[in-house]
């Protein structure tokens, strides 16, 4: 009786046993090495060699190059986020009717999802090209796109934005038809024009879900990493040295394995500090 009364309480936790080992070995093992490795100083091979405790941060928080590589970060984090979300509710929005052809519609609006980010980035940069690229050719310029520290970080957030907004557009979507139809019904009854009926009824029902995606759209542009290897590789210069890189090239090019931990834990306090300010604006700001 004893016995079958342990595995009735130790039963649920055999279930998520498989889940918890699999979290420790690829979770939390590299996250805590990584806050260990970021107070050693380390040879070629990554292993811990000289114990210089908070060195590592202090090196980083007064090195010109990392505030840049923030200062790079934030813009392009923000142009992200606010492109891709717009996309996404655009695209939402138009297809949010029944109309012939709607599927093939949203499967186009989708489909960015589905796309590689390293293969779209390989396309873009033949796009980009300065002689042979077809957005020269279309807007009759003969700009350097990629090279050109003026318009780099751009057209990398523009891809980054392109390549996010089709999640979006499968949120928006599902926030939209969760609306009710009745209530667009009475407004229009009222006088209400599209225009007021968007910002008076659409956007406050959309609120949970934006609020949501929002809060993944921050998170997955901070970990921006294969379009900018493959379209800049940080340059020119470091105008598109997002912090992600940076930890890359510190890591596998310079072999400052412990100065890239201390970049890795910062970049997660940054994101943490973020989600919980959302989460706390959350509170007043979304109506469910």
């Not at 941060?57 to 590589?69: A, G, I, K, N, R």
């Not at 891709?84 to 186009?108: H, K, Q, W």
């Not at 796109?145 to 907004?165: E, G, H, K, M």
């Not at 998170?219 to 470091?238: R, Y």
């Amino acid at each position: 009786m004893k016995i079958r009364d342990f595995f009735k309480k130790t039963g649920p936790y055999a279930y998520i046993l498989p889940a918890m080992i699999v979290f420790a070995v690829f979770l939390f093992y590299p996250f805590f090495k990584t806050i260990y490795l970021s107070l050693y100083k380390t040879n070629k091979m990554g292993e811990a060699k000289l114990f210089v405790g908070f060195g590592n941060y202090t090196d980083l928080l007064t090195s010109p190059v990392f505030w840049d590589s923030l200062k790079v970060t934030v813009i392009f984090v923000v142009i992200v986020v606010a492109g891709s979300m717009a996309l996404g509710l655009f695209a939402a929005v138009l297809c949010n009717r029944t109309f012939p052809g709607i599927r093939a519609f949203s499967t186009a609006y989708a489909l960015p999802m589905a796309i590689a980010s390293s293969s779209a980035a390989m396309i873009f940069k033949i796009m980009l090209h300065p002689s042979i690229g077809i957005v020269n050719k279309l807007l009759g310029l003969n700009i350097n796109w990629i090279n050109d520290p003026r318009y780099a970080l751009v057209c990398v957030a523009v891809l980054t934005a392109w390549l996010n907004s089709g999640i979006n557009f499968l949120y928006f979507s599902a926030g939209l038809s969760s609306i009710d139809d009745s209530i667009y019904e009475r407004a229009s009854v009222d006088g209400a024009g599209g225009i007021q009926q968007f910002f008076r009824l659409t956007l406050p029902g959309l609120s949970p879900i934006m609020f949501y995606t929002v809060v993944v759209n921050i998170i997955q542009a901070f970990q921006s990493f294969g379009q900018v290897k493959i379209l800049t590789e940080g340059g020119p210069g470091n105008s598109t040295n997002l912090i992600v890189y940076s930890i890359y090239r510190d890591a596998f090019f310079n072999y400052r394995f412990g100065s890239a931990a201390a970049e890795s834990v910062i970049l997660f306090a940054i994101i943490m500090v973020l989600t919980l300010v959302m989460f706390k604006i959350e509170k007043k700001g979304v109506s469910y």
